[in-house]
Each structure stands twice: as C-alpha cells, then as structure tokens.
Nanobody
Framework: QVQLVESGGGLVQAGDSLRLSCAAS????????MGWFRQAPGKEREFVAS????????NYDDSVKGRFTISRDNEKNTGYLQMYSLKPEDTADYYC??????????????????WGQGTQVTVSS
C-alpha cells in the first residue's frame, strides 16, 4: 500500500504563493489518483483538488479554481499543489490522499483510502 508524506506548509502573508509536495512510497505511484483536502480549525475536511494517474483529469473546488494548480511527477513519485494568491481563508491543515489503485480521481473524501499526516498552512492578513 502507498504511504504519503506532505511537506511545504508554512506561514505566509495574503497574496503570497506556496507549493505543497506529497511524496509517495510503498506503491506504484502512477497507479494512484491523488487528491488534496484541507481542514480549517473548527471545520470539516473539504476537497481542494484531485488529479488522475497521468494527469489527464483534474478537478478543483470552486474556492481555489484559478489560484491553485495540482500536478504530479510520476518519475519522482511526488504530487504537488501550487497555491497562488493565498487568502486568510485558505488557512488549514492540508492533506494529500490516494484512493485504491486505478480508481478514478474524485472529489469525495470517502473515496480516498490512503492519507498523509497533513501539513499546516497559515495565511496572515
């Protein structure tokens, strides 16, 4: 089974950019779709973006569309979430996740079986 480790979080100011990484091990990364979710303090975890095995299908939540870009490098077994024009409301713990092998990239949290430990993003105003 795949193990996922996020990195790249931090404290930034509104309008700044940040790139999160999700390093995968223990499985054939190219056989897994990948998703990014986030959980703000006191709120439920929510979908951010997802990408299919080879990147041909990408989904974004409306709240990040046009500001965030999801991508992956299967040669490096790593997925990315590039975040631009960050807002204070983007403050959250960000998680990468993968469904079962060869499952499609969806927006539903329940479809994802493997989760990283999360990385914290704080955007100050």
């Amino acid at each position: 089974q795949v193990q996922l480790v996020e990195s790249g979080g931090g404290l930034v100011q509104a309008g700044d950019s940040l790139r999160l990484s999700c390093a995968a091990s223990g499985g054939t990364f190219s056989s897994y779709a990948m998703g990014w979710f986030r959980q703000a303090p006191g709120k439920e975890r929510e979908f951010v973006a997802s990408i299919s095995w080879k990147g041909g299908t990408i989904n974004y939540d409306d709240s990040v569309k046009g500001r965030f870009t999801i991508s992956r490098d299967n040669e490096k077994n790593t997925g990315y979430l590039q975040m631009y024009s960050l807002k204070p409301e983007d403050t959250a713990d960000y998680y990468c996740a993968a469904p079962s092998p060869w499952a499609i990239a969806t927006i539903r949290e329940g479809d994802y079986k493997y989760w990283g430990q999360g990385t914290q993003v704080t955007v100050s105003s």
